[in-house]
């Protein structure tokens, strides 16, 4: 009885991912901003919408912005909460991985963030001088020994207790002691007012996304909690186009290929795989889990790599 | 101890004493100009900070893989020299050594203004200053930044109450004779004075709570250096994820703060004029004082970069070979050797321990001092674990801005307009002290 629960249960979180990714493309939450942005050019350029009570009416593409219904305290209280049962876990496939950038893109978009700031970087990796390089995109590792949020003076980064690791802009004092602590390199700064921040400033702040960013605070990858909440994938797997990203629960031993949809057993693809972590010597325990570059199926088409870029 | 030269006996009377160490606090022309141009200094870089205050961080040369720089390693400095104040006045006071007793006002005098602005520099590193009550509000006692406040904060207070509290058989002196002061001043004299009158009972209570603090400030001492290594030290950084760094820090902190002290006591003699006080004596003994705390700084950095250059291990190396042959060799060199080897060289001759050589060699080693706090700070933060890639070229170096110099020499003359103001209301040297520590009698009346 209690197996068949559990059963239910994830065949409704796999159907449940399974929709969102095909239905990722069509309807993305941000694919509105992406549409107004596109027609700046054109000011006259009208939609149509249907109201609440049931009229349609025409709107200026300019003139549309996201909607987030909550207010703040809500948004803060169940986003340090985080989602009940659920134990977030993402395995990036590098023989994969040829270096599309989509990921960037995506999270860029959806995180509000310019072109050279990255909650994930796709970085190009050596691992010796005679090994073959390879691509390696590179989230926060959703540690769970993180030293970033050990070190937060504020708790303005913590753990929740689906794993993953948030920032609060509202809290951050921006001491950039979390920077300095994270091993990954995976956290940035607001140094200057963020991008489109004029437009964005009567937004309310999600922390699940940590949109609006905020001058003067530090940002880093959520795995696009926001979407999680929403049984939706991140933006940076829904984004790939080569398969290269797996997402899933911990707990339910699945996850799901943010390109095919397919979804495998986490424990398995880890151990045929010779999964890894990045840097466990250092203890971090991280969340993100990586399958070895062997039989690449795109050559690595980088810049050869000179020593210097490898610190 | 007997082959120091003979300091000339001058005829010093109870009343020389105070004519001598209250005559410069009023009648110095000079002082009131220089106050005049720190205050303009402080204005005009209040300026720089105000843009960065508008602006953002951005403004400064610091982006997301160097985010800690110039005014870090400015703190770290700040901290370093402050901690003269716990080595001169407490250790060797409580040693009982008494060359000590004309030039402990000064070294806690620069402990007070130096750690005064340590804590004020975190502000203006701060991403959002105005969010700075959130340390007290959702304060995370794991955070190393909350030891850190809470440290510095007690030895600002203790090292302020070591100020005061050994000045105020002074200040009594001070409400009687400075009649010219200001009727603030007055007042000050009076209120902080607390009716003292040199009563032996009056004495012994003030003996013994200055004992007290003495005893007191020496683990708080340790503790705001010590910690705020581990600001580094708790990191997994190449570089900084050492276990020696408390020990390390504060041995630097050592010399920093002695070369500093140093420097104080040569102006302090030649602008106040006190060279029948601030003797060669003090100078010769302070020298040797800093050849010690730089031999044992020495050792620690043997340490520090000998046995992780022997093994060469993954990640130190980069970082390693940049400071040794690379990049930051020259910075990384010019500190080992002209703020520690060549100092320590130059000080065992005695000819050298002189008040000018000793001033001059003294200010390179407090340029060597900063340097390294610098170099400490920043080359860490360019050699992270993963590449940095991705970003643009500005992301990958570090030059501090304009604006960030600007902040920096304004938190330099905050620093020196404190010293100066404290030395233009107290008394430098103790009156009371020097003239028990020389047998001559005290009187005070009520």
């Known amino acids: 009885m209690k197996e068949e629960t559990s059963n239910n249960s994830r065949r409704k979180f796999l159907k449940s991912f399974g929709i969102s990714v095909g239905a990722a493309g069509v309807v993305s939450s941000f694919s509105l901003i992406g549409a107004a942005k596109a027609a700046t050019k054109k000011p006259a350029e009208m939609v149509n919408l249907l109201t609440q009570d049931g009229q349609l009416v025409q709107v200026d593409k300019n003139q549309l912005r996201p909607t987030v219904n909550e207010p703040l305290d809500e948004l803060q209280k169940r986003g340090r909460e985080g989602i009940p049962g659920k134990s977030f876990v993402m395995v990036i496939d590098l023989s994969k991985c040829r270096n599309a950038r989509k990921c960037m893109s995506a999270c860029q978009n959806h995180h509000q963030l310019r072109a050279d700031q990255h909650h994930i970087n796709v970085l190009q990796m050596q691992d010796a001088e005679h090994t073959a390089p390879y691509f390696m995109p590179k989230p926060c590792q959703h540690c769970d020994n993180p030293p970033c949020t050990k070190v937060c003076p504020v708790d303005a980064t913590f753990k929740r207790q689906d794993g993953i690791v948030l920032i609060d802009n509202e809290r951050c004092i921006g001491c950039r002691f979390c920077i300095a602590a994270c091993p990954y390199s995976a956290r940035i700064f607001q140094w200057t007012e963020p991008k489109d921040a004029e437009k964005y400033k009567d937004l309310t702040y999600n922390i699940e996304a940590n949109v609006p960013q905020k001058k003067g605070t530090v940002s880093k990858c959520l795995f696009s909690a926001d979407r999680l909440r929403e049984d939706k994938l991140p933006s940076c797997v829904s984004a790939c186009p080569n398969g290269v990203y797996y997402f899933g629960d911990r707990n339910e031993d699945a996850v799901t290929n943010g390109t095919t949809g397919e979804t495998v057993r986490f424990s398995k693809l880890i151990e045929e795989n010779a999964g890894y972590t990045l840097m466990e010597e250092l203890g971090t325990k991280p969340r993100v889990y990586y399958l070895p570059p062997k039989n690449r199926a795109f050559e690595f088409n980088g810049d050869l790599l000179n020593e210097e870029n490898l610190h | ?446």
């Open chain 2, 1 to 446: 101890m007997n082959d120091l030269p003979k300091q000339k006996e001058t005829n010093l009377s109870f009343e020389k004493i105070k004519k001598d160490i209250l005559h410069p606090m009023q009648n110095h022309k000079g002082l009131e100009l220089w106050i005049v141009f720190l205050i303009t200094v402080i204005s005009v870089c209040g300026w720089a900070y105000y843009i960065q205050l508008k602006d953002g961080l951005g403004v400064t040369g610091m982006r997301d893989y160097v985010s800690w720089g110039l005014y870090i390693a400015n703190f770290v400095f700040f901290v370093a020299v402050s901690l003269v104040g716990m080595l001169i006045s407490s250790i060797l006071g409580l040693l009982r050594i008494d060359w000590i007793t004309p030039i402990s006002r000064i070294a806690e005098i620069i402990a007070v203004a130096f750690v005064a602005v340590a804590g004020l520099v975190i502000v203006l590193d701060m991403g959002r200053p105005d969010r700075v009550l959130n340390v007290m509000i959702h304060g995370r006692f794991q955070s190393p930044i909350l030891w850190d406040v809470t440290v510095i904060t007690t030895y600002l207070t203790v090292s302020a109450l070591l100020l005061i509290l050994p000045m105020i058989p002074d200040l009594a002196i001070c409400k009687k004779e400075l009649t010219k002061a200001s009727p603030i001043m007055k007042k000050l004299y009076n209120i902080l004075s607390l009716g003292y009158i040199n009563t032996p009972e009056q004495h012994k209570h003030l003996h013994k709570m200055i004992r007290t603090l003495m005893v007191l400030i020496v683990p708080i001492g340790l503790a705001i250096h010590t910690v705020t290594s581990w600001l580094f030290a708790a990191t997994l950084r190449n570089g900084w994820d050492t276990t020696i760094f408390g020990p390390y820090f504060v041995a630097g902190a050592f010399v920093a703060g002695s070369a500093a002290l140093i420097i104080a006591m040569y102006f302090f003699r030649v602008n106040y004029k006190l060279q029948d006080y601030i003797t060669d004596l003090q100078f010769d003994k302070m020298g040797k004082l800093l050849v010690a705390v730089c031999l044992v700084y020495l050792y620690f950095n043997l340490n520090e970069f000998l046995v992780p250059g022997y093994k060469m291990k993954t990640g130190d190396d980069i970082h390693l070979k940049e400071l040794f042959y690379g990049n930051w060799a020259i910075m990384f060199w010019a500190s080992q050797l002209l703020g520690n080897i060549i100092p320590i060289i130059l000080l065992v001759n005695k000819k050298f321990r002189k008040p000018l050589p000793i001033m001059i060699i003294s200010l390179f080693v407090l340029a060597g001092a900063w340097f390294k706090r610098y170099v400490i700070v920043i080359p860490t933060m360019l050699h992270p674990h993963l590449p940095i890639q991705n970003v643009p070229e500005n992301f990958v170096h570090y030059y501090p801005s304009a604006i960030e110099i600007s902040v920096t020499v304004l938190s330099f003359a905050l620093v020196l307009l404190i010293i100066t103001v404290l030395s233009k209301i107290f008394p430098v040297v103790p009156i009371v002290e020097t003239a028990e520590s020389k047998g001559i009698e005290v009187k005070i009346d009520a």
